[in-house]
């Protein structure tokens, strides 16, 4: 981490709400469930299904976790309600995997047959490699009792083909991330190319086995041989689509849709949004220096060198 983004970051806690609130408007929906109702129906009047976040995660206790669980089954039925093309995405740690799997795996369990009435589906995502073992164990598990439950996998750890392939037969939808998390070198790629090479060889071998694959990405340069890979094996447009988070680089969104590509957008709300910022931005600082350009200049725009 270079000076300035350790002052940078250092002052983040100083900063005053308002102008932090500013910093995450663009990427927050905001702080209640209808705030990003409101924006999912906007995104989807423009062709973009979309995928809802409750900010948080690593709550401490029990009664927490049945909490947040019941917050996403409340979320999933306002989407349903008000017919919006959306499902819920949830952290592991978010609800109890810290606490315990067996915790975890009831609660995604729950969340999962609420959507199956709701027809509806939940996303076990990823977080730091801490917790890719007993996430792949509660998604195993998920998937022996739901069909309409998915995972993510991060190109960045050096483990992820071997995750490939120990995933049971069966259907499968993955999300391939490239992974927000800083990764120690001895468990993870850090050039920036091995990651990208990483991530197409991962969704080729998952489409190989008749996996549905989400990109989420915003890297045009990857994407540029995602669309080659779909193309190349004339994947058809149910088994692709392109994920990407609100507020970044709309202008490349735009540009897949009009080709023709499915894409969803991810819509992050909830009352912890400071703190879930400020986590990002620790975990992550180079994100400190995107955030503070695209909000002074905008990310709309097309980069004039891609
Ligand atoms: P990068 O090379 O990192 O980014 C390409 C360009 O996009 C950058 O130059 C920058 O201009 C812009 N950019 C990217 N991210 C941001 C941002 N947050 N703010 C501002 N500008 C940005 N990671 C996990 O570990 N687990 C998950 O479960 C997970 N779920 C995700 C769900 C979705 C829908 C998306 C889009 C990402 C998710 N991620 C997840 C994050 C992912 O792992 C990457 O960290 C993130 O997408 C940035 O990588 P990139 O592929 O966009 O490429």
């Known amino acids: 981490m270079n000076v ?8 983040l806690p100083l900063l005053p709400r308002p102008l932090m609130r500013l910093l995450s408007k663009r990427y927050v929906a905001g702080e209640r469930l209808e705030d990003a109702l409101e924006r999912l129906a906007l995104l989807r009047a423009q062709g973009f299904p979309g995928i809802l976040d409750l900010l948080g995660e690593e709550i401490a206790s029990e009664a927490q976790a049945r909490a ?48 199956t009435e709701l027809d509806s589906f939940v996303r076990v995502e990823m977080e730091d490699h801490t917790t890719t073992d007993s996430t792949l164990r509660v998604f195993e598990r998920l998937r022996r009792v739901a069909d309409n439950v998915g995972i993510v996998l991060q190109s960045r750890l050096l483990r992820t083909p071997r995750d490939v392939e120990a995933l049971a037969v069966g259907p499968l939808s993955v999300r391939m991330v490239k992974g927000i998390y800083l990764e120690p ?59 990407v988070l609100l507020g970044v680089r709309d202008w490349l969104w735009h540009t897949w849709r009009d080709a023709g590509h499915p894409v969803r957008v991810y819509v992050p709300y909830g009352p912890d949004w400071r703190a879930y910022c400020t986590r990002r931005l620790r975990k992550n600082p180079q994100l400190f220096r995107q955030v503070l350009r695209d909000v002074l200049l905008g990310s709309r725009r097309r980069p004039r060198t891609t």
């Not at 091995?194 to 045009?220: M, P, S």
Request: with cysteine.
């Open 4 to 11: 300035l983004d350790r002052a940078a970051l250092a002052s």
């Open 68 to 115: 947040v669980a019941a917050s996403y089954g409340e979320a999933a039925q306002a989407l349903r309600r008000a017919r919006i093309d959306a499902y819920v995405s949830v952290k592991p740690t978010h609800i109890g995997l810290r606490i315990s799997e067996d915790l975890a795996f009831e609660l995604y369990a729950k969340l999962a047959r609420r959507c």
């Open 185 to 243: 070198p001895e468990i993870a790629h850090v050039e920036p190319e091995a990651i990208r090479r990483a991530f197409v060889e991962c969704a080729q071998r998952l489409f190989q086995r008749g996996a549905r694959v989400a990109f989420a990405t915003h890297d045009d340069l990857l994407a540029e041989r995602l669309v080659a890979l779909v193309r190349t094996g004339t994947i058809a447009l149910e088994r692709y689509e392109f994920q």
